[in-house]
């Protein structure tokens, strides 16, 4: 067998004739036939390419298991930080890192028969997980008879689709363990949620997770109403469009193009904001916090509009020191932390405005600090409007720990360069022994963490662009003794007078 290094070695030749192939193309002489062989053999390459990465995965896990064992970690502590490990390794989230992590145990040590048909090809790694995840209420002597029936004979896999297969694999485990089953759909039904998620265009995907009576039930009566709406010509669109608005009703009593009492995370800047359409700057993308997602200007003068009509206007205090010679401000409408008592309440305005200001050099938010182990509301709001989403390269879950980069412990500082927002599962992850995290900051003075996982791997992440950021924002910025003195007055002029402007603006439509 050969050795990882000589492994790597080979894997750097085939990467590096792929990547020509993939940039260059084939010869126009070839033959489609050839095309289509070369299609298949890569989709085969790429199955035995994750059957290897599951071996490797398992051993990884064994030998870690080992290594945090002699070192006295206690038990229930034992294993952490591997699944973070493996998701740094193949760029991707924490949570698809633990999963993956789960795969490749079960493959590993108990279903031989399902590596086999991926390492060959037979099967691709959906294929393998839709495997797991069926048979993962049996016990290890009944999967092992499940995956010998479903997988024993890798040919009579061919043509089988991801419900097909699906569904044989559940055949077999009813034949083998029925009460399994049953037990894991009564847990299922305890795992029962509601999660939102970012769509393209604006759009959202609002998931309900229930059990499967009460999910057709819902499903029947959203469909009913848009029925209804349809036949007496109220519905605004089609019957997709007629079932969204029902339901959209149904839970927040309001009909879709009323607005909504429920505050958005929206930052902007000034320019972006209040300044006449075709000025430098004026269209830069927003970021809406609550879906970590950028959208058009335009679109968010539209919903700063909307929240705005009929409702006055709340101003929160600033974040950050003023500069006035700096490239301008942000306005975040936060729905986080409760205001101070110089702030209008949020729930009393229809749009709640907070100034925060980006450094001149690098383009981050003004630094805070505190003397405080844990870091005060503001400072952790200006956290979070850095950060945007969890810090950790790869992945972008929203931040629900302010976290010290050096800890406290070791003497870390309570300041904007040495925090950093992250998931719950990033920041356990790093608690693991052989994890250590130390901030930089560029010649250019962009903030930088560099993390080092016990395998000696370092990874470094910056902070995201917030808008008005962007290398060709920068520059645009002072460029012009025009659109400098505007920006001048913008973060000069009080707040009064910016509530003036909303005003005057309310009450007539704002530009599109």
């Not at 493996?86 to 590993?108: F, M, Y």
């Not at 209804?228 to 079932?243: D, E, F, N, R, Y």
């Not at 193009?257 to 927003?286: C, I, N, R, S, W």
Request: proline share 7%; hydrophobic share 40%; aromatic share 2%.
């Amino acid at each position: 067998m050969s050795g990882i290094n000589e492994v790597l070695a080979r894997v750097g030749e085939l990467r590096e004739l792929l990547a020509r192939l993939a940039t260059d193309g084939t010869p126009a002489t070839e033959p489609d036939d050839r095309r289509i062989n070369l299609i298949a053999a890569l989709e085969e390459l790429t199955s035995s390419a994750n059957a290897a990465q599951a071996r490797a995965t398992a051993e990884l896990a064994a030998s870690q298991h080992a290594q945090q064992r002699a070192a006295g970690v206690p038990a229930d502590r034992c294993g952490r930080g591997i699944a973070a490990q493996i998701a740094l390794a193949r760029r991707t989230s924490p949570h698809r890192g633990g999963q993956l992590l789960g795969i490749a145990r079960a493959l590993s040590d108990e279903m031989p028969h399902t590596m086999r048909a991926l390492a060959t090809g037979a099967i691709n790694e959906w294929r393998a997980t839709i495997l797991v995840r069926e048979s993962a209420c049996l016990s290890v002597e009944a999967r092992t008879i499940l995956d010998e029936e479903v997988c024993g004979d890798p040919a009579a896999l061919t043509g089988l689709g991801v419900r097909a297969i699906a569904a044989r694999a559940r055949r077999v485990s009813a034949r083998l363990d029925a009460a399994a089953l049953v037990a894991r759909a009564r847990k299922a039904e305890s795992e029962r949620c509601v999660t939102l998620r970012p769509a393209p265009d604006q759009m959202v995907y609002l998931t309900a997770l229930l059990p499967m009576k009460t999910g057709i039930a819902a499903y029947a009566a959203v469909k009913r109403l848009a029925e209804q709406a349809v036949a007496t010509g109220s519905a605004a669109g089609g019957l997709g469009a007629a079932m969204a608005d029902s339901l959209v009703h149904r839970l927040t009593g309001r009909e879709p193009a009323d607005p909504v009492a429920v505050q958005v995370g929206l930052v902007m800047t000034e320019t972006a904001l209040l300044a006449p359409a075709g000025t430098p700057g004026a269209e830069e993308p927003a970021w809406v916090e609550d879906v970590a997602m950028p959208v058009p200007a335009a679109w968010a003068r539209e919903l700063v509009a909307h929240a705005c009509a009929g409702d006055r206007v709340g101003w929160g205090s600033r974040e950050g020191p003023s500069n006035r010679d700096g490239p301008g401000g942000r306005n975040g409408l936060s729905r986080r932390e409760e205001p101070s008592n110089s702030e209008a309440p949020p729930e009393e305005c229809g749009a709640f405005l907070r100034r925060l200001f980006l450094d001149p050099a690098s383009g981050g938010l003004a630094a805070m600090e505190s003397r405080a182990r844990t870091a005060p509301a503001g400072l952790a709001r200006l956290i979070r409007y850095r950060d945007l989403t969890c810090a950790t390269p790869w992945c972008d879950a929203p931040i629900r720990h302010i976290d010290h980069v050096v800890p406290a412990a070791a003497g870390g500082a309570t300041t904007a360069s040495n925090l950093q927002g992250l998931c719950e599962a990033c920041n356990y992850a790093k608690q693991a022994p052989g994890w250590t995290q130390r901030p930089d900051v560029t010649k250019e003075g962009t903030r930088l963490v560099e993390t080092r996982t016990p395998t000696g791997h370092r990874y470094v992440s910056a902070p995201s662009r917030l808008p008005g950021s962007t290398p060709a924002t920068q520059r645009r910025r002072g460029s012009d003794p025009t659109e400098r003195r505007l920006t001048e007055v913008q973060l000069s002029q009080t707040l009064s007078a910016l509530e003036l402007y909303l005003s005057a603006a309310l009450a007539h439509p704002m530009r599109q």
